[in-house]
């Protein structure tokens, strides 16, 4: 029904009248009718694969709040999650320290120094940190906060050899998160086979205090009633271009939803967030991860990151769009984007601090006109940033001015 409305909403050359966008009743469509900006990708949703949850701090009948979401174009269709399943690693990296603690009793903390052993023929010992400026060591806090300040790749392979699949998985379904799929390393190719093996890491203070050793993981069930699973015309692969679409069924997968959901147990852990408890994290570990992810890279004193190359939008792309609502100095966002194949993702808790008022919104589009993946074409800055700056305007707008 939503969809089927939606896609009427923008049809035909002509914007809505304000007096018909009046007559929608949910936030989300008023949102999309009222923005002109969005108009393009809206009226090719399908094309771009677009699905958009905003979510909204409601209160039930007994007082209770909850997470009430509501969506555009949201069904089993695939989207690569990218960088966005890093939070998930993250989480489950944390929850190990403490597993491992209580299970060996030893005192294992997020600042215990890590030593990660070669796995695969191409590795090498990893025992420094270099952007650690406290001693240069290779710790699971500076893992978590290199991923949420600027999405580091290394860091998060880290993290995930750390846990494992099995380990994020078990953190994600204890959480009732289990419509996802997080099986990969990134921005480097590993087999199925390879990504279930983990190197051997040992934990030092300042000598072996404890060894995590080498490890595999069985593998976790394929991914099923997931539509358009096969993207785009052809793609690169191995030095070679394939006249074929890509098949993305052994990759990463998690529903927009749940993306949300996720992020909604981590920022509002009293709040019901839907499918399950929030994560089992302690309180450093979740203001660990608050911090980052609410910082600009600028703000942060361990790693340092410059301004110039790393700006306050650097991973919070709505960021300018919001900003055309509410001074920027009074905007704090709690996000993990994600960006690859032409997919971007963005899953973000927006809230103006002067007033502690807030939304979630989580979005994903797929822009790639000529087709290719892996070519490093794609319609980035054209499309996707547009879109997702006028995206985060329409809703600050619809959430905040509105009601004023």
């Given at each position: 029904?939503f969809?089927?409305?939606?896609?009427?909403?923008?049809?035909?050359?002509?914007l809505?009248?304000?007096?018909?966008?009046?007559?929608?009743?949910d936030?989300?469509?008023?949102?999309?009718?009222?923005?002109?900006?969005?108009?393009?990708?809206?009226?090719?949703?399908?094309?771009?694969?677009?699905q958009?949850?905003?979510g909204?701090?409601?209160?039930?009948?007994?007082?209770?709040?909850?997470?009430?979401q509501?969506?555009?174009?949201?069904s089993?269709?695939?989207?690569y999650?990218?960088?966005?399943v890093?939070?998930?690693?993250?989480?489950?990296?944390?929850?190990?320290?403490?597993?491992?603690?209580?299970?060996?009793?030893?005192?294992?903390?997020?600042?215990?120094?890590?030593?990660?052993?070669?796995?695969?023929?191409?590795?090498?010992?990893?025992?420094?940190?270099?952007?650690?400026i406290?001693?240069?060591?290779?710790?699971?806090?500076?893992?978590?906060?290199?991923?949420?300040?600027?999405s580091d790749?290394?860091?998060?392979?880290?993290?995930?050899?750390?846990?494992?699949?099995?380990g994020?998985?078990?953190?994600?379904q204890?959480?009732?998160?289990?419509?996802?799929?997080i099986?990969?390393?990134?921005?480097?190719f590993?087999t199925?086979?390879?990504?279930?093996?983990?190197?051997?890491?040992?934990?030092?203070?300042?000598?072996?205090?404890?060894?995590?050793?080498?490890?595999?993981?069985d593998?976790?069930?394929?991914?099923?009633?997931?539509?358009?699973?096969?993207?785009?015309?052809?793609?690169?692969?191995?030095?070679?271009?394939?006249?074929?679409?890509?098949?993305?069924?052994?990759?990463?997968?998690?529903p927009?939803?749940?993306?949300?959901?996720?992020?909604?147990?981590?920022?509002?852990?009293?709040?019901?967030?839907?499918?399950g408890?929030?994560?089992a994290?302690?309180?450093?570990?979740?203001?660990?991860?608050?911090?980052?992810?609410?910082?600009?890279?600028?703000?942060?004193?361990?790693?340092?990151?410059?301004?110039?190359?790393?700006?306050?939008?650097?991973?919070?792309?709505?960021?300018?769009?919001?900003?055309?609502?509410?001074?920027?100095e009074?905007?704090?966002?709690?996000?993990?984007?994600?960006r690859?194949?032409?997919?971007?993702?963005?899953?973000?808790?927006?809230?103006?601090?002067?007033?502690?008022?807030?939304?979630?919104?989580?979005?994903?589009?797929?822009?790639?006109?000529n087709?290719?993946?892996?070519?490093?074409?794609y319609?980035?800055d054209?499309?996707?940033?547009p879109?997702?700056?006028?995206?985060?305007?329409?809703?600050?707008?619809?959430?905040?001015?509105r009601?004023?």
């Amino acid at each position: 029904m939503f969809r089927t409305v939606a896609r009427l909403l923008w049809l035909g050359s002509v914007l809505l009248t304000g007096a018909c966008a009046t007559q929608v009743q949910d936030p989300l469509q008023r949102a999309l009718a009222q923005q002109p900006a969005l108009r393009q990708v809206l009226q090719n949703a399908d094309e771009y694969r677009l699905q958009i949850v905003l979510g909204t701090v409601e209160t039930d009948g007994s007082g209770n709040p909850y997470l009430k979401q509501y969506e555009y174009r949201v069904s089993n269709e695939y989207f690569y999650p990218a960088s966005s399943v890093k939070l998930f690693a993250a989480v489950a990296a944390a929850e190990t320290i403490e597993r491992l603690g209580e299970q060996t009793g030893v005192e294992l903390t997020l600042d215990t120094p890590l030593v990660v052993h070669p796995l695969f023929d191409d590795d090498v010992l990893e025992d420094r940190d270099e952007s650690n400026i406290d001693g240069a060591a290779i710790t699971v806090r500076q893992q978590i906060r290199k991923i949420l300040l600027v999405s580091d790749n290394q860091a998060y392979n880290t993290l995930y050899e750390l846990a494992g699949q099995d380990g994020i998985a078990r953190s994600m379904q204890a959480a009732g998160l289990t419509g996802s799929r997080i099986v990969q390393r990134l921005s480097e190719f590993r087999t199925p086979a390879e990504n279930r093996r983990y190197p051997r890491i040992d934990f030092m203070d300042p000598q072996v205090v404890y060894t995590l050793a080498e490890r595999s993981s069985d593998p976790l069930p394929a991914l099923q009633g997931i539509s358009r699973l096969q993207v785009g015309q052809k793609y690169f692969g191995n030095g070679e271009l394939h006249h074929e679409p890509m098949d993305f069924s052994e990759k990463n997968y998690v529903p927009l939803p749940e993306l949300q959901r996720g992020l909604c147990k981590l920022v509002q852990p009293t709040l019901d967030c839907g499918g399950g408890p929030a994560f089992a994290l302690t309180e450093d570990a979740r203001d660990t991860m608050l911090e980052a992810m609410s910082q600009y890279p600028r703000q942060s004193r361990n790693p340092l990151y410059s301004a110039a190359e790393f700006p306050d939008n650097y991973v919070k792309e709505m960021l300018p769009g919001i900003a055309r609502v509410i001074p920027r100095e009074y905007i704090r966002i709690y996000n993990k984007t994600g960006r690859a194949y032409g997919f971007s993702i963005e899953n973000a808790w927006v809230e103006d601090i002067r007033t502690g008022s807030g939304f979630f919104l989580a979005a994903t589009l797929y822009t790639n006109s000529n087709g290719t993946l892996n070519d490093d074409q794609y319609d980035y800055d054209t499309i996707a940033r547009p879109f997702m700056e006028a995206l985060g305007e329409a809703v600050a707008k619809e959430r905040w001015v509105r009601k004023q």
